[in-house]
Protein backbone atom coordinates (compact mmCIF):
# COMPACT_ATOMS: atom_id res chain seq x y z
CA UNK A 1 0.00 0.00 0.00
CA UNK A 2 1.07 3.25 -0.52
CA UNK A 3 2.49 5.99 2.02
CA UNK A 4 0.04 8.28 1.39
CA UNK A 5 -2.71 6.58 -0.29
CA UNK A 6 -6.17 8.63 0.41
CA UNK A 7 -4.77 11.17 2.01
CA UNK A 8 -5.30 14.89 0.44
CA UNK A 9 -2.60 17.40 1.25
CA UNK A 10 -2.84 21.32 0.84
CA UNK A 11 0.40 22.24 0.04
CA UNK A 12 1.06 26.05 0.71
CA UNK A 13 4.55 27.92 -0.99
CA UNK A 14 5.68 31.10 -0.21
CA UNK A 15 8.40 33.34 -1.73
CA UNK A 16 11.57 31.53 -0.94
CA UNK A 17 13.97 30.05 -3.69
CA UNK A 18 13.37 26.98 -1.94
CA UNK A 19 10.20 26.70 -3.91
CA UNK A 20 12.09 24.43 -6.82
CA UNK A 21 12.30 21.90 -3.92
CA UNK A 22 8.58 22.06 -4.07
CA UNK A 23 8.04 20.71 -7.82
CA UNK A 24 9.93 17.03 -6.41
CA UNK A 25 8.17 17.24 -3.35
CA UNK A 26 5.05 17.04 -5.24
CA UNK A 27 5.74 14.31 -7.81
CA UNK A 28 7.19 11.84 -5.03
CA UNK A 29 3.73 13.26 -2.78
CA UNK A 30 1.33 11.67 -5.36
CA UNK A 31 3.76 8.54 -6.27
CA UNK A 32 2.80 7.94 -3.10
CA UNK A 33 -1.09 7.91 -3.68
CA UNK A 34 -1.67 11.61 -2.50
CA UNK A 35 -3.91 14.24 -4.04
CA UNK A 36 -2.31 17.59 -3.48
CA UNK A 37 -3.96 20.78 -4.00
CA UNK A 38 -1.65 23.90 -4.51
CA UNK A 39 -1.88 27.24 -2.78
CA UNK A 40 0.77 29.50 -3.74
CA UNK A 41 1.38 33.31 -1.85
CA UNK A 42 1.87 36.15 -5.02
CA UNK A 43 5.16 36.05 -3.50
CA UNK A 44 5.97 32.65 -4.42
CA UNK A 45 4.52 32.83 -8.06
CA UNK A 46 7.75 34.89 -8.58
CA UNK A 47 10.22 31.91 -7.86
CA UNK A 48 7.96 28.87 -9.74
CA UNK A 49 4.83 29.14 -11.45
CA UNK A 50 1.45 28.14 -11.05
CA UNK A 51 1.68 25.94 -14.35
CA UNK A 52 4.46 23.98 -12.88
CA UNK A 53 2.63 23.16 -10.06
CA UNK A 54 -0.15 22.42 -11.79
CA UNK A 55 1.41 20.39 -14.44
CA UNK A 56 2.58 18.58 -11.49
CA UNK A 57 -0.15 17.98 -9.41
CA UNK A 58 -2.69 17.62 -12.31
CA UNK A 59 -5.48 19.91 -10.01
CA UNK A 60 -6.14 23.26 -10.42
CA UNK A 61 -3.73 26.19 -8.53
CA UNK A 62 -5.03 28.64 -6.16
CA UNK A 63 -3.07 31.93 -5.35
CA UNK A 64 -6.04 34.37 -4.94
CA UNK A 65 -8.45 34.63 -2.13
CA UNK A 66 -11.19 35.85 -5.04
CA UNK A 67 -11.06 33.33 -7.39
CA UNK A 68 -13.96 32.87 -9.03
CA UNK A 69 -13.45 28.92 -10.05
CA UNK A 70 -14.84 28.13 -6.37
CA UNK A 71 -18.49 27.85 -6.98
CA UNK A 72 -19.05 29.31 -3.38
CA UNK A 73 -16.24 32.03 -3.71
CA UNK A 74 -15.22 30.15 -0.47
CA UNK A 75 -11.66 28.76 -1.49
CA UNK A 76 -10.10 29.37 2.18
CA UNK A 77 -12.74 27.28 3.65
CA UNK A 78 -13.61 24.57 0.83
CA UNK A 79 -10.01 23.67 0.45
CA UNK A 80 -9.56 22.59 3.57
CA UNK A 81 -12.56 20.97 4.15
CA UNK A 82 -11.83 16.76 3.98
CA UNK A 83 -7.82 18.00 4.16
CA UNK A 84 -5.67 15.42 6.35
CA UNK A 85 -3.13 18.28 6.57
CA UNK A 86 -1.43 21.30 5.16
CA UNK A 87 2.05 21.50 4.82
CA UNK A 88 3.64 24.95 4.21
CA UNK A 89 6.77 24.63 1.99
CA UNK A 90 8.75 26.67 2.03
CA UNK A 91 7.63 28.48 4.96
CA UNK A 92 9.04 31.83 5.18
CA UNK A 93 10.20 34.05 8.20
CA UNK A 94 7.23 36.57 7.03
CA UNK A 95 4.39 33.67 6.62
CA UNK A 96 5.63 32.05 9.95
CA UNK A 97 4.96 35.48 11.88
CA UNK A 98 1.33 35.92 10.03
CA UNK A 99 0.45 32.66 11.51
CA UNK A 100 2.02 32.88 14.92
CA UNK A 101 -0.41 36.14 14.99
CA UNK A 102 -3.20 34.74 13.26
CA UNK A 103 -3.39 37.13 10.52
CA UNK A 104 -5.26 36.49 7.75
CA UNK A 105 -4.68 38.64 4.24
CA UNK A 106 -3.89 36.47 1.48
CA UNK A 107 -6.01 32.84 0.38
CA UNK A 108 -2.77 30.92 2.12
CA UNK A 109 -2.77 32.37 5.79
CA UNK A 110 -6.60 32.79 5.82
CA UNK A 111 -7.49 28.99 4.79
CA UNK A 112 -3.97 28.13 7.45
CA UNK A 113 -6.73 30.22 10.05
CA UNK A 114 -10.07 28.37 8.93
CA UNK A 115 -8.66 25.27 8.62
CA UNK A 116 -9.94 22.08 10.38
CA UNK A 117 -7.19 19.72 10.15
CA UNK A 118 -3.21 19.62 11.11
CA UNK A 119 -0.62 22.17 10.38
CA UNK A 120 3.04 21.62 9.31
CA UNK A 121 5.75 23.88 8.39
CA UNK A 122 8.98 23.47 6.69
CA UNK A 123 10.92 26.66 7.18
CA UNK A 124 13.25 28.25 4.67
CA UNK A 125 15.18 31.21 5.23
CA UNK A 126 18.71 32.83 5.29
CA UNK A 127 20.23 31.94 8.73
CA UNK A 128 20.29 35.50 10.04
CA UNK A 129 16.38 35.39 9.79
CA UNK A 130 16.44 32.48 10.95
CA UNK A 131 18.28 33.11 14.03
CA UNK A 132 16.41 36.40 14.42
CA UNK A 133 15.17 36.47 18.23
CA UNK A 134 11.32 37.49 16.49
CA UNK A 135 11.56 34.14 14.34
CA UNK A 136 12.39 31.94 16.86
CA UNK A 137 9.55 33.37 19.18
CA UNK A 138 7.57 32.64 16.17
CA UNK A 139 8.10 29.08 15.54
CA UNK A 140 8.05 29.01 19.57
CA UNK A 141 4.58 30.13 19.23
CA UNK A 142 3.92 27.93 16.57
CA UNK A 143 4.76 25.11 18.33
CA UNK A 144 3.30 25.51 21.09
CA UNK A 145 0.31 26.05 18.93
CA UNK A 146 0.50 22.01 18.50
CA UNK A 147 2.02 23.17 14.51
CA UNK A 148 4.68 20.60 13.40
CA UNK A 149 8.32 22.18 12.27
CA UNK A 150 9.99 20.65 10.05
CA UNK A 151 13.30 20.88 9.96
CA UNK A 152 15.30 23.47 9.06
CA UNK A 153 18.61 22.17 8.66
CA UNK A 154 22.08 23.49 8.56
CA UNK A 155 24.48 23.96 5.27
CA UNK A 156 25.14 26.06 2.38
CA UNK A 157 22.33 28.46 1.31
CA UNK A 158 21.34 29.96 -1.20
CA UNK A 159 22.62 33.34 -0.75
CA UNK A 160 25.44 32.24 -0.44
CA UNK A 161 26.31 32.10 3.44
CA UNK A 162 26.53 28.82 5.52
CA UNK A 163 23.69 27.76 8.68
CA UNK A 164 20.91 27.01 9.74
CA UNK A 165 17.35 28.14 7.69
CA UNK A 166 17.78 26.01 4.48
CA UNK A 167 14.65 24.12 3.46
CA UNK A 168 14.28 20.50 4.50
CA UNK A 169 15.07 18.21 0.82
CA UNK A 170 12.16 16.67 -0.93
CA UNK A 171 13.07 13.73 0.02
CA UNK A 172 13.56 14.53 3.74
CA UNK A 173 10.37 16.17 3.70
CA UNK A 174 8.32 13.53 2.18
CA UNK A 175 9.83 10.96 4.93
CA UNK A 176 8.70 13.65 7.46
CA UNK A 177 5.08 14.12 5.81
CA UNK A 178 4.89 9.34 5.85
CA UNK A 179 6.38 9.76 9.38
CA UNK A 180 3.45 12.32 10.75
CA UNK A 181 0.26 10.08 9.55
CA UNK A 182 1.76 7.21 11.92
CA UNK A 183 0.40 6.63 14.84
CA UNK A 184 2.38 7.45 17.88
CA UNK A 185 2.59 4.17 19.37
CA UNK A 186 6.11 4.37 21.15
CA UNK A 187 5.97 8.54 21.93
CA UNK A 188 8.91 9.28 24.71
CA UNK A 189 10.57 5.87 24.40
CA UNK A 190 14.07 4.89 23.43
CA UNK A 191 14.46 1.71 21.31
CA UNK A 192 17.60 0.22 20.88
CA UNK A 193 18.25 -1.94 17.86
CA UNK A 194 20.80 -4.43 16.25
CA UNK A 195 20.82 -4.98 12.88
CA UNK A 196 22.77 -6.37 9.81
CA UNK A 197 25.78 -8.72 9.75
CA UNK A 198 28.62 -8.96 12.23
CA UNK A 199 31.86 -10.09 10.87
CA UNK A 200 34.56 -11.71 12.48
CA UNK A 201 38.48 -10.85 11.18
CA UNK A 202 40.46 -14.27 9.64
CA UNK A 203 43.69 -12.19 8.50
CA UNK A 204 44.12 -8.51 7.81
CA UNK A 205 42.27 -9.03 4.48
CA UNK A 206 39.51 -11.77 5.01
CA UNK A 207 36.51 -11.69 6.69
CA UNK A 208 33.75 -14.10 7.96
CA UNK A 209 31.00 -12.66 8.03
CA UNK A 210 27.23 -13.61 6.90
CA UNK A 211 24.31 -12.70 4.00
CA UNK A 212 22.25 -10.56 6.47
CA UNK A 213 21.34 -7.16 4.41
CA UNK A 214 20.44 -5.19 7.03
CA UNK A 215 16.98 -4.66 5.72
CA UNK A 216 14.57 -5.61 8.34
CA UNK A 217 16.62 -4.50 11.31
CA UNK A 218 16.68 -0.59 9.45
CA UNK A 219 12.93 -1.02 8.34
CA UNK A 220 12.12 -1.27 12.29
CA UNK A 221 14.23 1.32 12.90
CA UNK A 222 12.77 3.61 10.53
CA UNK A 223 8.86 2.55 11.49
CA UNK A 224 9.68 2.92 15.78
CA UNK A 225 11.18 6.38 14.47
CA UNK A 226 7.88 6.88 12.93
CA UNK A 227 5.82 5.64 16.12
CA UNK A 228 7.58 8.60 17.86
CA UNK A 229 10.59 7.06 19.30
CA UNK A 230 14.42 7.66 19.96
CA UNK A 231 15.99 5.21 18.74
CA UNK A 232 19.14 4.09 18.40
CA UNK A 233 20.54 1.61 15.66
CA UNK A 234 23.95 -0.30 16.30
CA UNK A 235 24.84 -1.86 12.81
CA UNK A 236 26.99 -4.08 11.11
CA UNK A 237 28.29 -3.23 7.41
CA UNK A 238 25.09 -2.31 5.16
CA UNK A 239 24.92 -0.69 1.54
CA UNK A 240 21.89 0.95 3.66
CA UNK A 241 21.19 4.81 4.55
CA UNK A 242 20.09 5.49 8.26
CA UNK A 243 16.55 6.12 8.37
CA UNK A 244 16.16 9.80 9.38
CA UNK A 245 16.01 11.36 12.90
CA UNK A 246 17.64 7.61 13.88
CA UNK A 247 21.07 7.32 15.52
CA UNK A 248 23.23 5.14 13.82
CA UNK A 249 26.37 3.60 15.68
CA UNK A 250 28.77 1.07 12.74
CA UNK A 251 30.83 -1.42 14.23
CA UNK A 252 32.56 -4.77 12.55
CA UNK A 253 32.65 -7.74 15.05
CA UNK A 254 29.91 -9.28 17.25
CA UNK A 255 32.72 -7.70 20.52
CA UNK A 256 32.02 -4.36 19.20
CA UNK A 257 28.21 -5.07 18.88
CA UNK A 258 28.08 -6.44 21.99
CA UNK A 259 30.03 -3.30 24.25
CA UNK A 260 28.28 -0.59 21.86
CA UNK A 261 24.59 -2.25 23.04
CA UNK A 262 25.88 -2.08 26.85
CA UNK A 263 26.68 0.95 26.23
CA UNK A 264 23.66 2.21 25.13
CA UNK A 265 21.25 0.14 26.94
CA UNK A 266 21.24 1.72 30.31
CA UNK A 267 18.10 3.91 29.35
CA UNK A 268 16.51 1.61 26.53
CA UNK A 269 12.84 0.71 27.15
CA UNK A 270 12.80 -1.82 23.81
CA UNK A 271 15.72 -3.62 22.60
CA UNK A 272 15.31 -5.45 19.31
CA UNK A 273 17.71 -7.62 18.46
CA UNK A 274 17.56 -8.17 14.72
CA UNK A 275 21.54 -8.61 13.91
CA UNK A 276 23.02 -11.55 12.27
CA UNK A 277 25.55 -11.81 15.24
CA UNK A 278 28.08 -14.52 14.27
CA UNK A 279 27.97 -16.72 16.76
CA UNK A 280 31.76 -18.10 16.79
CA UNK A 281 34.97 -15.79 15.86
CA UNK A 282 38.48 -16.63 14.92
CA UNK A 283 41.01 -17.45 17.73
CA UNK A 284 44.04 -17.78 16.19
CA UNK A 285 43.57 -14.44 14.04
CA UNK A 286 46.85 -14.45 11.84
CA UNK A 287 48.00 -10.62 11.72
CA UNK A 288 49.72 -11.93 8.41
CA UNK A 289 47.91 -12.40 5.18
CA UNK A 290 47.18 -16.16 5.39
CA UNK A 291 49.35 -17.78 1.54
CA UNK A 292 47.96 -20.88 0.04
CA UNK A 293 51.67 -21.93 1.25
CA UNK A 294 51.07 -22.10 4.94
CA UNK A 295 50.90 -25.60 6.78
CA UNK A 296 48.18 -28.08 5.87
CA UNK A 297 48.68 -28.42 2.38
CA UNK A 298 47.45 -24.75 1.67
CA UNK A 299 44.37 -24.56 3.59
CA UNK A 300 44.74 -22.75 7.21
CA UNK A 301 43.07 -24.28 10.14
CA UNK A 302 40.71 -22.37 12.08
CA UNK A 303 40.27 -22.66 15.44
CA UNK A 304 37.06 -20.86 17.15
CA UNK A 305 35.73 -19.39 20.20
CA UNK A 306 32.54 -18.44 21.31
CA UNK A 307 30.93 -14.51 20.63
CA UNK A 308 28.19 -13.05 23.43
CA UNK A 309 24.88 -13.78 23.75
CA UNK A 310 23.83 -10.32 23.41
CA UNK A 311 20.30 -10.56 23.34
CA UNK A 312 20.45 -13.16 26.23
CA UNK A 313 22.74 -11.10 28.14
CA UNK A 314 20.46 -7.72 27.66
CA UNK A 315 17.39 -10.13 28.92
CA UNK A 316 19.36 -10.80 32.19
CA UNK A 317 19.60 -7.19 33.16
CA UNK A 318 18.23 -5.69 36.06
CA UNK A 319 15.57 -3.12 35.20
CA UNK A 320 16.82 -3.88 31.66
CA UNK A 321 14.37 -3.15 28.65
CA UNK A 322 12.06 -5.16 27.66
CA UNK A 323 13.35 -8.00 24.56
CA UNK A 324 12.90 -8.72 21.22
CA UNK A 325 14.72 -11.44 19.38
CA UNK A 326 14.69 -12.84 15.93
CA UNK A 327 15.07 -16.07 14.71
CA UNK A 328 16.00 -17.07 11.21
CA UNK A 329 15.88 -20.34 11.11
CA UNK A 330 16.15 -22.95 7.65
CA UNK A 331 13.57 -25.63 8.83
CA UNK A 332 10.93 -26.72 11.89
CA UNK A 333 10.03 -22.24 12.41
CA UNK A 334 7.98 -23.03 15.19
CA UNK A 335 9.80 -26.16 17.06
CA UNK A 336 13.59 -23.55 16.98
CA UNK A 337 11.14 -20.31 17.15
CA UNK A 338 9.70 -21.53 20.82
CA UNK A 339 13.12 -23.02 22.07
CA UNK A 340 14.81 -19.87 21.43
CA UNK A 341 12.66 -17.89 23.06
CA UNK A 342 12.84 -19.85 26.11
CA UNK A 343 16.31 -20.15 25.89
CA UNK A 344 17.01 -16.27 25.72
CA UNK A 345 14.64 -15.58 28.50
CA UNK A 346 12.82 -13.13 26.38
CA UNK A 347 9.03 -12.13 26.21
CA UNK A 348 8.52 -12.11 22.63
CA UNK A 349 10.12 -13.60 19.64
CA UNK A 350 10.09 -13.37 16.01
CA UNK A 351 10.52 -16.09 13.38
CA UNK A 352 11.14 -15.93 10.08
CA UNK A 353 12.75 -18.64 7.12
CA UNK A 354 16.41 -16.81 6.48
CA UNK A 355 16.73 -18.84 3.05
CA UNK A 356 12.92 -16.91 1.89
CA UNK A 357 13.67 -13.54 3.36
CA UNK A 358 17.60 -12.58 3.40
CA UNK A 359 18.53 -9.69 1.12
CA UNK A 360 14.85 -9.97 -0.05
CA UNK A 361 12.20 -6.57 -0.10
CA UNK A 362 9.38 -8.82 1.28
CA UNK A 363 9.11 -11.12 4.66
CA UNK A 364 6.65 -13.38 6.37
CA UNK A 365 7.08 -13.25 10.16
CA UNK A 366 5.35 -15.20 12.82
CA UNK A 367 4.82 -14.32 16.77
CA UNK A 368 6.14 -16.22 19.41
CA UNK A 369 5.20 -15.19 23.31
CA UNK A 370 3.88 -16.71 25.78
CA UNK A 371 0.56 -17.30 24.68
CA UNK A 372 1.76 -19.53 21.22
CA UNK A 373 2.11 -18.68 17.47
CA UNK A 374 0.97 -15.63 15.82
CA UNK A 375 1.66 -15.32 12.06
CA UNK A 376 1.62 -11.68 10.16
CA UNK A 377 0.69 -11.44 6.92
CA UNK A 378 3.32 -11.43 4.30
CA UNK A 379 4.40 -8.28 3.20
CA UNK A 380 6.61 -5.62 2.41
CA UNK A 381 9.72 -5.65 5.02
CA UNK A 382 8.71 -1.76 5.83
CA UNK A 383 4.93 -2.60 6.42
CA UNK A 384 5.80 -5.89 8.73
CA UNK A 385 7.98 -3.34 10.41
CA UNK A 386 4.95 -1.02 10.97
CA UNK A 387 2.78 -4.10 12.38
CA UNK A 388 5.57 -5.44 14.17
CA UNK A 389 5.79 -1.84 16.10
CA UNK A 390 2.14 -1.98 16.69
CA UNK A 391 2.21 -5.19 17.86
CA UNK A 392 5.36 -4.35 20.11
CA UNK A 393 3.58 -1.19 21.74
CA UNK A 394 0.27 -3.63 22.30
CA UNK A 395 2.48 -5.72 24.57
CA UNK A 396 4.63 -3.56 26.16
CA UNK A 397 3.79 -2.89 29.78
CA UNK A 398 2.88 0.86 30.67
N1 LIG B 1 21.84 -12.87 18.99
C1 LIG B 1 22.62 -12.03 19.75
N2 LIG B 1 23.93 -12.36 19.99
C2 LIG B 1 24.46 -13.49 19.51
C3 LIG B 1 23.66 -14.35 18.72
C4 LIG B 1 22.35 -14.00 18.48
O1 LIG B 1 22.14 -10.99 20.21
N3 LIG B 1 25.71 -13.77 19.75
C5 LIG B 1 20.43 -12.53 18.79
C6 LIG B 1 20.05 -12.25 17.35
O2 LIG B 1 20.15 -10.88 17.04
C7 LIG B 1 18.60 -12.73 17.31
C8 LIG B 1 18.58 -13.88 18.30
O3 LIG B 1 19.67 -13.65 19.16
O4 LIG B 1 17.70 -11.78 17.81
C9 LIG B 1 18.68 -15.24 17.68
O5 LIG B 1 19.78 -15.29 16.79
P1 LIG B 1 20.08 -16.60 15.99
O6 LIG B 1 21.37 -16.46 15.28
O7 LIG B 1 18.87 -17.00 15.19
O8 LIG B 1 20.15 -17.64 17.18
P2 LIG B 1 21.32 -18.20 18.00
O9 LIG B 1 21.07 -17.84 19.42
O10 LIG B 1 22.62 -17.80 17.43
O11 LIG B 1 21.06 -19.76 17.82
P3 LIG B 1 21.39 -20.70 16.54
O12 LIG B 1 22.55 -20.11 15.83
O13 LIG B 1 21.64 -22.00 17.17
O14 LIG B 1 20.14 -20.73 15.70
Known amino acids: MLDLARKRIVLGLTGGIACYKIAELVRRMTEQGATVDVVMTEAATHFITPVTMQALSGRPVFVDAWDARVPNNMAHIDLTRGADAVLIAPASADFMAKL????????????????????????????????????????????????????????????????????????????????????????????????GPTSEPVDPVRVLSNRSSGKTGYALARAAREAGARVTLITGATFLPVPRGVTALPVTTARQMHDAVMASVGDADIFIAVAAVADWRV???????????????????????????????????????????????????????????????????????????????????????????????????????RRLIAEIAARMPA
Open 100 to 195: AHGMADDLLSTLCLARACPLLVAPAMNREMWANPATQRNVEQLRADGVSVLGPSAGEQACGETGDGRMLEAHELLTDLIAFFQPKLLAGRHVLLTA
Open 283 to 385: KNVSTQKLKKTSEGGGAPLMEFEPNPDILAEVAKLDNGPWCVGFAAETEKLAEHAEAKRARKGIPLLVGNLAHKVMDADTTELVLFDAQGAHPLPAGDKLDAA
